[in-house]
């Protein structure tokens, strides 16, 4: 062995070794000696020379060939506290557009809106949304938003504009001119003060124009009360409801939160032994009508005898005399006695804009003691404020020339004003024209000056909707354009140097502050602002006393319209509604909850009319100069007559709007000064072509099969599992040899209400925006390629001409048993150990085989590149425009966009599951029932979608499984599905 | 050996060894005909309407299809299934009746068995282009990989990657097998060096000595054992693509003896379809005679009346199980939107091969080429009916759907004829399409002069 010898202690313990001052320079040597070498070369050689320059190109190639694109990621200087990147800030906020009203908490991820959710804290919706709402975040992020101010139809700038309006302005008012605000209706107290501060310094008059007009409901209160007004009304206080063609559940005055009230006095699962009972009586069949215990069909142009009939039935009832015996089309003898039983407790509601009608309405609640109980004066509805009358004065007035300018603040005449042409005509002969539009829209474009408003998401407002019922709206982004809130506009047309945000804040402070229980402006602010409602409790302070002498002489007056002929409605829908939002693609795949339609509007004609004018589905009729429109064969409309949805028809809205459906709103009349939805004497043309309506569910019988269990609420009180008895029958059969799966933690399970659900499609678009789900299209809806997660099912059962309508959400059942599962050769899709049927899009080779094998069809295949994510570029299938870098941005990054050839389906919103389970981890707690709630459970108004753990047995989910209604569908495949039904109870109590 | 003289003798024309192999060759030499120009020119063109259907299908997507949400298989897995039915005959004809010393079979069993392997391709690609991420369809295969990724052994799509893939090259080698004696005879016939060198080298040296035929005669036995249980086992396989769902229409029992004797019945067909042309194109009718198309005939009237059987067991099945959706499904394929589709195949498959009970009509040359389509027609419908009217009406009348193909299935359909079409020509050129070997040992024992003999 080699002998080792040690120069000092420290030799021995350490391996010291020798220092050396040549450290390993690698290139840096390389390059170092070489400019070391170019240094002494005064005189470089040839050689040296081409040494150098190789070295150049060599080094100049390399460092262009490696360059990579440059991307900006500043992180932030400051951390603004709010911000942390990946997770969602949540700001209130109040959505109103005119028709519709909802509190609401937008989640922002990252600086940008991405869903909208409904705000709990409002005692009015208490969550709750619908489907315009849920799509309201698309809107912001629409391509056709104007991005900058407009002058003279070319760009400008706001400095240019408001020097050139405020000149004119104050011309317009040294010669003593008028200026206009046209508005749609306003529940904003401070826009509202905007508004009259501006007219009183440039007097004139503001005028409220609503396409959903309620101003023969105003009209008639002016005369039964003294004072136009709404009241309040209360669905859940009702025992009785009987509705005259009012759509409450989807577009009349307050649908979010009549469906709320409505579905609560339903709700069977808590062991309540009553339901309220809805009598419907309407022509065309609307998704309220579709809904009720009984829906009686009514010509429209019968509707006010029926009501003059009902009104004399119950006077009988409660021994007023003196009216004369009123013959009814239909038997009100029976509905009438219904009521009077439920004095008090009874409800009776109109649609109608006809002053005369719902003046026999109030009568009609007069003496069935509704007023006080389940109709509120004291508190106020805010909605449609519009005076149908007024609006005509000031379009004669455009025209006569004694307008001199005009302010266009939320409203779009040149599209949906019934005597459009009357409109634009006058207003070419206004000198100034002021449009303040959020989206390319029809009248802008004819109007000075376009000074584009913000979207509501990017604005600061604040709403009354009723009496004491605040709330407030708050930016969630930076303006993404070159655009100004409306209000802050007026302001600055007045030269008032202040931001509209000190505005309501100035306002809230002089004029709410007062009403609430904080001891600072600040704290009161910070609170309201958080909350993003206030509710004050106050109430209207007149003493309304009811006059029942409008009422009886309208009565005396009424007389039956000619049943004989065809009478056309015109409707919103659930979907695009009046057409505001109809270039939002969301709405626009949006299948109608009654005829599965979407993409178009057509004319519904009943099945017997339509066999007897010899029309066929799809045939394509003209029916009062709309223009060529398909028909579609709405079981259970009235025989003669026939609908149309208004909002289709733009002509200036951008993709996918425009060129959409037929323009209905010709088709509204005035008539005593109220527009009216109703013509009761249309022609039919048929002319001979055919046009396809896409549709989402094409059959529409059970076929006999258990899917949707109904029962009646009487056999429902004497046994509880009446309608639900297969179900015994169906557990005894299934049988295994295989052991049941095992949940140690969570077991995830939905169940769904079926009595609760109204059909209203909120959760189809908040599913959608949660989770990404590409749209695809007309023609792609039309070769049945959807891609909606959830889908609500709607059957008629019965006889076509007058069929009752029961629905059905389906999603993914998350089998614990699935089908899905075991036939994917790639396992691209596998069981969770919490009961979640998952989707590893990663790994899915798209051979479609769960979809065949899924009883449900819940699954959905990207037959196209609907999102651009396609490897292969210049293959997408986005006739929407869903692509653009705009309309991205509303994606929700939590949520994996789906390549071509993929399968993907319902998570159970997994991403919101693992957010609460990581947010309880973080706080070192167990999860609560109730914190995980998926995007169609949080959107849903009649709160129809329960969610939970199934392995808690105190849960709300375990609850509801155990409820003697809850069944699985197609439970005898033995597929085992996380999602249970309660069986629909319908109220035939007479 | 003794024959017993009532036999129809299997080789017309009193022939030697060396007329043999100079007729059966005959094909290959020379120029082709314009007969073969212009086949081959028809089914290029088929072929090329299919690679543009292919292109559509990769490039756009699924999309290009008729399918939707409700009906994810249509044209493409009617056609998978109806070119691997058409795939069973070759080797069924090889192996099957080689184990039970059906000699006739020595006249058509190479065609046949080319003809199976062109099916199986075209039956392959199917699968293939229907996956919607085609590119990623390696995914499939259970190679080791770091992600720790494993394929799903519960999924009757991947029995169906081993089911066919298996099939395929066990027949590809049974087939070449086969063919090495033939190609050492055109080898030794070749004219020019360069046809002498590719023959030579792909027969693989033989000489044709008694060592050589003596191995080739065991490996030719073992293959045919082990060809013989995957005949039964790949359409068996097949089947359990729709007999292991839940879906009604699909979730059957009776599935894979079904679907064997469908495969062969349809394979038959096809090679009658091919045969009666093919024997008269090439001159090869004392090779191919009628008594061999009877005796396939036979074939084709067992198989037929077991499929007919099935079919009206299902209906049994379906009544008697009390399912109601069964129950329904099978009314509406009988009388659903897609009854023509029904009785279309139960006209082809079940009533038209019950003709051949008739001597006249199993005999005639025309009749049975007019039938042969019919039964091709029929199984294809057969395939359709089960994948198309069992998914378009399931179990929630919501999602129920009608399904029509686009251009671009038609187009894949089509291509695949013309691709079978074109390789069948292509094979009839560079290999002799009779086994001349095996034909050689049924000469003397079977063939016309020897026959000639026991009648004197």
């Known amino acids: 062995m080699e002998q080792k010898y040690f120069r000092s202690l420290e030799e021995l313990k350490l391996d010291v070794r020798p220092e050396t001052d040549n450290k390993p320079l690698g290139d840096r040597q390389f390059i170092f000696e070489m400019q070391q070498e170019l240094k002494k070369s005064t005189t470089a050689s040839r050689r040296d020379f081409l040494k150098v320059f190789g070295f150049t190109v060599a080094s100049a190639a390399i460092a262009s060939s490696c360059e990579q694109p440059v991307r900006k990621a500043i992180p932030l200087l400051i951390q603004p506290d709010e911000i942390v990147p990946g997770k969602a800030s949540y700001y209130a906020s109040t959505f109103f557009d005119g028709i519709d009203y909802c509190p609401v908490v937008v989640k922002v991820r990252d600086g940008r809106p991405i869903k909208i959710e409904g705000n709990k804290a409002s005692s009015l919706t208490q969550g709750g949304t619908n489907a315009r709402t849920q799509a309201a975040v698309l809107g912001l992020y629409d391509n056709s938003r104007y991005r900058q101010p407009q002058a003279g139809g070319t760009a400008s700038s706001w400095e240019e504009v408001d020097q050139t309006i405020i000149s004119q302005l104050n011309a317009i008012k040294a010669k003593g001119g008028k200026v206009v605000v046209l508005s749609g209706t306003i529940i904003s107290p401070s826009t509202n003060a905007v508004i009259n501060d501006f007219l009183t310094q440039y007097p004139g008059e503001h005028i409220t124009y609503d396409v959903l007009s309620a101003s023969a409901m105003r009209h008639a209160n002016k005369l039964s009360f003294g004072k136009a007004f709404l009241p309040a009304y209360h669905f859940d206080k009702a025992d009785v409801i009987v509705s005259f063609d009012a759509d409450f559940l989807g577009s009349w005055l307050t649908p979010v939160e009549f469906t709320r009230q409505y579905s609560k006095n339903r709700k069977l699962t808590s062991g309540e032994k009553e339901m309220s009972r809805h009598i419907h009586l309407e022509g065309a069949m609307s998704v309220t009508g579709s809904n009720a215990d009984k829906r009686i069909q009514l010509h429209p142009a019968q509707e006010k005898q029926t009501v003059a009939a009902l009104y004399y039935e119950l006077q009988k009832l409660a021994g007023e005399s003196g009216t004369k015996q009123i013959e009814s089309p239909v038997d009100v003898k029976a509905i009438a006695k219904e009521l009077y039983n439920k004095k008090g407790k009874a409800l009776v509601v109109a649609g109608t804009n006809d002053a005369e009608t719902q003046l026999m309405i109030n009568g009609i609640n007069q003496v069935l003691q509704s007023y006080g109980n389940t109709i509120d004066t004291s508190v106020q509805l805010n909605i449609r404020q519009a005076d149908d009358e007024k609006v005509q004065q000031l379009v004669a007035d455009m025209n006569a020339g004694k307008i001199d300018a005009v302010f266009l603040y939320d409203v779009n005449p040149a599209y949906d004003y019934p005597e459009k042409d009357k409109f634009v005509s006058g207003l070419a002969k206004v000198g100034l024209k002021v449009a303040m539009p959020v989206v390319e829209e029809e009248t802008a474009p004819l109007a000075d000056f376009i000074c584009p408003d913000h979207h509501f998401l990017e604005s600061w407002n604040d709403a009354e909707i009723k009496t004491g019922y605040y709330s407030l709206a708050q930016p969630a982004i930076r303006p993404i354009f070159n655009t100004r809130q409306a209000q802050q506009s007026f302001l600055v047309w007045m030269g008032i140097n202040l931001d509209f945000r000190s505005y309501i804040k100035q306002y809230w402070e002089s004029n709410l502050f007062a009403q609430g229980d904080n001891l600072t402006f600040t704290g009161f602010w910070n609170s309201k602002l958080h909350d993003g409602i206030f509710e004050s409790g106050q109430k209207e302070t007149e003493v309304l006393s009811f006059d029942s002498n409008a009422a009886l002489q309208a009565q005396q007056n009424a007389k039956s319209g000619n049943a004989d002929q065809l009478a056309l409605v015109v409707y919103a829908n659930v979907a695009v509604g009046t057409g505001k939002h109809a270039n939002n693609p969301w709405l626009q795949e949006l299948p109608d909850p009654v005829s599965k339609a979407c993409w178009d509007n057509y004319v519904s004609v009943s099945p017997k009319l339509a066999s007897e004018l010899g029309l066929k589905e799809f045939d394509t009729v003209n029916v009062g100069n709309i223009g060529e429109l398909p028909i579609l064969i709405q079981p259970g409309q009235e025989y003669k007559t026939l609908s149309v949805a208004l909002g289709y028809g733009r002509e200036k809205a951008g993709v996918p709007a425009t060129g959409v459906g037929k323009n209905a709103f010709s088709q509204i009349s005035f008539a005593n000064g109220h527009m009216q939805y109703v013509r009761p004497d249309v022609n039919l043309e048929k002319l001979g072509g055919t046009y396809e309506v896409a549709r989402t569910q094409t059959h529409h019988s059970m076929e006999g099969r258990a899917i949707v269990r109904e029962t009646t609420l009487e056999e429902y009180k004497q046994n509880p599992i009446s309608g639900n008895e297969i179900r015994e029958e169906i557990k005894k059969h299934l049988k295994t040899l295989y052991p049941k799966h095992q949940y140690d933690g969570f077991h995830w399970g939905m169940a769904v209400d079926l009595n609760s659900c109204t059909g209203c499609n909120a959760c189809v678009v908040a599913c959608s925006a949660e989770n990404n789900v590409p749209v695809v299209g007309k023609e792609q809806v039309l070769m049945a390629r959807e891609m909606h997660w959830i889908r609500i099912d709607r059957y008629y059962k019965g006889d076509e001409h007058d069929p009752t309508v029961v629905r059905q959400p389906v999603t993914c059942q998350h089998c614990d048993n699935a089908p899905c599962e075991n036939v994917c050769p790639v396992a691209a899709t596998t069981h969770s150990n919490e009961g979640l049927n998952q989707m590893a899009y990663n790994r899915c080779i798209g051979t479609r085989y769960c979809n065949n094998n899924c009883p449900y069809k819940v699954r959905r295949f990207n037959f196209y590149d609907y999102n651009g994510s396609d490897a292969l570029k210049g293959n997408e299938m986005d006739p929407a425009e869903m692509t653009t870098d705009l309309r991205r941005l509303v994606l929700n990054p939590d949520v994996t966009i789906r390549a071509k050839g993929v399968i993907e389906k319902c998570s159970f919103c997994v991403q919101r599951i693992q957010e609460k389970k990581l947010e309880a981890k973080t706080e070192n707690r167990q999860l609560r029932d109730g914190d995980v709630v998926p995007a169609c459970a949080q959107a849903c108004p009649s709160e129809a979608i329960v969610f939970g753990n199934l392995n808690d047995k105190d849960s709300k989910i375990a609850k509801y499984y155990k409820d003697e209604r809850n069944y699985h569908l197609l439970e005898e495949l033995h597929t085992l599905p996380s999602v249970g039904y309660l069986t629909k109870v319908k109220n035939t109590t007479v | ?456």
């Open chain 2, 1 to 456: 050996m003794y024959v017993s003289p009532i036999r129809e003798p299997l080789i017309r024309g009193e022939k030697n060894y060396g007329q043999v192999t100079k007729e059966i060759l005959a094909p290959m030499a020379g120029k082709p005909s314009k007969y073969w120009y212009m086949g081959i020119t028809l089914a290029g063109i088929a072929a090329l309407f299919g690679a543009w259907a292919t292109y559509q299908t990769i490039y756009y997507g699924i999309g290009t299809w008729g399918l939707n949400k409700t009906v994810g298989w249509g044209w493409g897995i009617t056609n998978f299934v109806w070119w691997v039915g058409i795939g069973h005959a070759g080797t069924f004809i090889s192996a099957i009746l080689l184990l039970f010393r059906q000699k006739w079979r020595t006249s058509i069993n190479r065609s046949a068995e080319a003809m199976t392997l062109i099916a199986i391709a075209c039956a392959g690609f199917f699968p293939l282009i229907h996956m919607g991420r085609l590119l990623l369809g390696f995914f499939i295969f259970p190679y080791p990989n770091t992600r720790a990724l494993w394929v799903n052994f519960n999924s009757p799509l991947l029995w169906d990657v081993f089911a066919i893939s298996t099939y395929f090259a066990v027949s590809l080698i049974f087939w070449y097998v086969g063919l090495i004696p033939d190609l050492g005879t055109v080898r030794d016939k070749a004219k020019t060096k360069i046809r002498k060198a590719i023959y030579g080298f792909l027969s693989f040296g033989w000489t044709g000595s008694a060592r050589h035929w003596s191995r080739h005669e065991t490996v030719s036995l073992i293959l045919a054992g082990l060809a013989a249980p995957l005949v039964l086992s790949v359409h068996t396989i097949v089947s359990f693509d729709f007999a292991t769902s839940v879906i009604p229409g699909w979730h059957t029992t009776i599935f894979p003896p079904y679907f064997v004797s469908g495969a062969v019945f349809s394979g038959f067909a096809m090679v009658l379809t091919l045969l009666i042309v093919a024997r008269k194109a090439l001159n090869l009718e004392e090779y191919i005679t009628v008594t061999h198309i009877e005796s396939m005939n036979k074939v084709i009237i067992l198989t037929g009346s077991i499929v007919g059987i099935a079919y009206i067991t299902e209906f049994f099945m379906a009544w008697y199980s009390g399912v109601e959706y069964e129950q329904y499904a099978f009314m509406n394929r009988a009388f659903g939107p897609y009854d023509w589709a029904y009785w279309i195949m139960m006209t082809c498959n079940v009533i038209t091969p019950q003709l051949f009970w008739f001597k006249k009509i199993r005999t005639s040359l025309v009749a049975t080429f007019i039938i042969s389509i019919f039964v091709n027609i029929g199984m294809w419908f057969e395939r359709f009916v089960i994948v198309v009217t069992s998914l378009h009406r399931d179990f929630l009348p919501s999602s129920w759907v009608m399904y029509s193909p686009s251009l671009v299935e038609v187009g894949l359909y089509v291509g695949t004829i013309g691709l079978f079409f074109t390789l069948f020509l292509l094979f009839i050129r560079v290999f002799p399409v009779i086994a001349i070997a095996e034909i050689k040992s049924v000469l003397k024992s079977s063939g016309d002069h020897k026959k000639a003999a026991h009648h004197e």
